[in-house]
């Protein structure tokens, strides 16, 4: 019996044996997770994250590594009251690989000492424009620093830094090269050299992987922009198809006013304004820009012992008035002990400060381009016909001071069979890139540029021949990314660039409107004087005793009374001239019109406009209820003319009966 139940049981069923089956994780304590723990130096961040700061691809890698380098030159010469004279060169290198390239950029700045090479070239994040309250180009300390980085990642060889601070003494020549692992600077050559030239100044040596090319978002572009935001600047640049030696005499000469190219090859965008921007000056914080957490730091740091002298010291705009005032508001006294402040203390504090009124920041922290310059830059960079500028009074967002200027530039050898170009600055710097993200493009995409007389499609930019120029002056600039290529979307900021475009748009729809009238003047007195001669001959044959030729000049003189507004002639400004003038024009200075049909004319503003005409190119198109209106006018004119052939084919056949 027990050997038949085990047959009937059958044979026992198979377990499933795991394939690959891991092993059991071991528990891990505390103490074993804090050993993979490290701090994480910023220049190994970047290095990793790169396109954070610009360096997405080659070609973008290298107008990076351009861009940081002018600024920083450009920056230099300011503050050390120096005009800049800047020299750029790009060597392309195939011999060893195909996008190898040389980058030098050159300025005659007052240079660097010793001491501080190191530490500007080869750390990240060292500078002293990030702590301090006024408009500079740069603000993070990251740019020239982060393009030696990128060269020695991409190409393996070291920064090489040449400058000399003083005359009559050598200049300094360093090769460096950042550890990313510890943001340190490591220097492998350090010696003295003659080959520099006799004055002050700085080049700046980096070889690098990128990709060169023209048009748009190029350094061809970027350079072209630079000297318009620039005018007191003057630039050479040898573009990598160009093997010669940098032309010093170009770089040294400062007559010309037009951009111009060398025997040598070598570009030269002129200096056209002979002074520097007025220097902006540091200033303190304002309190409305504070946040607590900030207030709160300041608070532990101050020097200062009771809180009225620190509010009066530490912030702009705040006088024993007001922070009495703000203390009372807090349920404190100008006497309480900055120590005593506590959490509860400190955000009563700053409740306090937003709910009292307050001047706004100072505005000399600013160094705007100004109206006169822009109208130079454009002049030298954009052949156009119509050139305005507006620069709007100082704004305040985030407690931070700012100020807009628009410049535009229409008709002359600008395409007109697209949108506007638009070119954007922030700090006399271009932003080349993110245009679609950028406060400026926004605001001038927003503007109605139907009402001045131009084709715009919905949430589209103005077509026609038209550049339009938007800069911004901060001193801290919102920038959307640490690649600083587009200004963030604030309300203060995007209202300010709204009304800047529009009353540029204005003037410019005022010109237009002028040169129709103008224009229909001209057909109208040609109307006239085709006419003229006929009906002298025919008042003569009618009566022999009148003569002819005093009612044709008779005639003559009435059409041309009739036909002023076409002989209205224009002065520096744009600004009719002369017996003639519209009262309707109401330019503020800030206008020039320049005759393209003429000799062609450079340099400063009051040398374009002088004599010019309104041109007799074709205006731009019109909007659909302008084409309608257009169209019936053109409709009566037809029957206008077709009654006037029939009645002169009448006087005609009277005529010869006669």
Not at 193 to 216: A, C, M, N, Q, W
Request: a positive charge; glycine letters at 8%.
């Amino acid at each position: 019996m027990p050997d038949a139940r085990k047959r009937s049981a059958g044979p026992a069923p198979r377990q499933k044996k795991k394939k690959n089956s891991p092993a059991p994780a071991a528990a891990r304590s505390a103490e074993a997770l804090a050993k993979g723990q490290r701090e994480i130096p910023v220049s190994e961040f970047f290095a990793k994250n790169r396109h954070l700061l610009g360096f997405d691809n080659p070609r973008k890698a290298l107008l990076t590594t351009i861009k940081e380098a002018v600024d920083n030159a450009l920056d230099a010469c300011e503050e050390a009251g120096i005009l800049p004279d800047i020299a750029v060169r790009i060597d392309h290198l195939p011999e060893v690989d195909e996008n190898r390239f040389r980058v030098t950029v050159e300025d005659n700045g007052p240079g660097v000492v010793r001491k501080q090479i190191d530490n500007i070239f080869g750390a990240l994040l060292y500078g002293s424009k990030f702590h301090r309250l006024r408009m500079s180009r740069g603000q993070q300390g990251i740019g020239i620093s982060a393009a030696g980085m990128y060269g020695l990642l991409t190409t393996g060889r070291p920064m090489i830094i040449v400058t000399r601070s003083k005359k009559g003494r050598p200049a300094h020549h360093v090769e460096l090269a950042i550890d990313t692992t510890k943001n340190r600077p490591e220097v492998s050559v350090d010696e003295e050299t003659d080959d520099f030239p006799p004055h002050t100044g700085t080049r700046v040596i980096i070889e690098l992987e990128g990709r060169y090319s023209k048009g748009r978002t190029s350094v061809d572009e970027y350079l072209e922009q630079t000297a318009i935001a620039n005018p007191h600047a003057r630039i050479v640049y040898t573009p990598p198809a160009r093997n010669g030696d940098t032309n010093q005499a170009a770089l040294n000469a400062d007559d010309a006013d037009t951009t111009t190219v060398t025997p040598a090859g070598e570009i030269v965008f002129p200096r056209t304004v002979r002074t520097l921007p007025p220097e902006p000056r540091e200033i303190k914080p304002h309190p409305r820009g504070v946040e607590l957490g900030a207030l709160m730091r300041m608070l532990k740091q101050t020097g200062e012992k009771n809180l009225g002298p620190f509010l009066q010291r530490e912030f702009c705009r705040v006088g024993p008035g007001k922070a009495k005032e703000i203390c009372a508001k807090a349920g404190l006294t100008t006497r309480t002990w900055v120590k005593q402040v506590d959490h509860a203390g400190a955000e009563a504090l700053y409740k306090a400060i937003q709910g009292v009124s307050l001047i706004a920041p100072p505005t000399d922290c600013l160094a705007p381009i100004g109206a006169r310059q822009i109208l130079a830059g454009l002049l030298k960079g954009v052949r156009a016909e119509f050139y305005t500028a507006s620069t709007r009074p100082p704004a305040v967002y985030r407690g931070n001071p700012f100020q807009v200027e628009v410049g535009l530039a229409f008709g002359g050898d600008l395409p007109g069979d697209g949108p506007a170009r638009v070119i954007r600055f922030a700090n006399r710097v271009p932003l080349l890139y993110q245009q679609s993200a950028c406060s400026a493009y926004k605001a001038v995409v927003e503007t109605s540029w139907k009402n001045y007389g131009l084709a715009q499609g919905r949430g589209a930019a103005p077509e026609g021949p038209l550049v339009v120029m938007v800069h911004m002056a901060s001193v801290w600039v919102p920038f959307t990314s640490e690649s600083k290529e587009a200004i963030a979307d604030y309300d203060e900021i995007r209202k300010e660039m709204r009304l800047a475009l529009q009353e540029c748009g204005r003037k410019l729809g005022v010109y237009l409107r002028k040169r129709q009238r103008a224009k229909r003047e001209r057909e109208r007195r040609g109307v006239y004087e085709r006419y003229i001669g006929e009906i002298a001959r025919a008042v003569h044959t009618i009566d022999p005793s009148i003569d002819a030729d005093r009612v044709r000049d008779g005639l003559l003189a009435t059409a041309e009374r009739l036909t002023a507004l076409a002989d209205v002639e224009f002065d520096d400004d744009g600004n009719p001239v002369g017996p003639a003038r519209d009262p309707r024009d109401d330019d503020d200075g800030d206008t020039i019109v320049v005759d393209r049909d003429g000799p062609p004319t450079g340099g400063a503003p009051g040398d374009a406009g002088r004599g010019a005409r309104p041109p007799d190119t074709q205006p731009p198109p019109e909007p659909r209820g302008a084409r309608r209106s257009k169209a019936r006018k053109t409709a009566t004119k037809k029957k206008r003319s077709r009654r006037a052939r029939a009645s002169d084919s009448l006087f005609s056949s009277e005529s010869a009966r006669s």
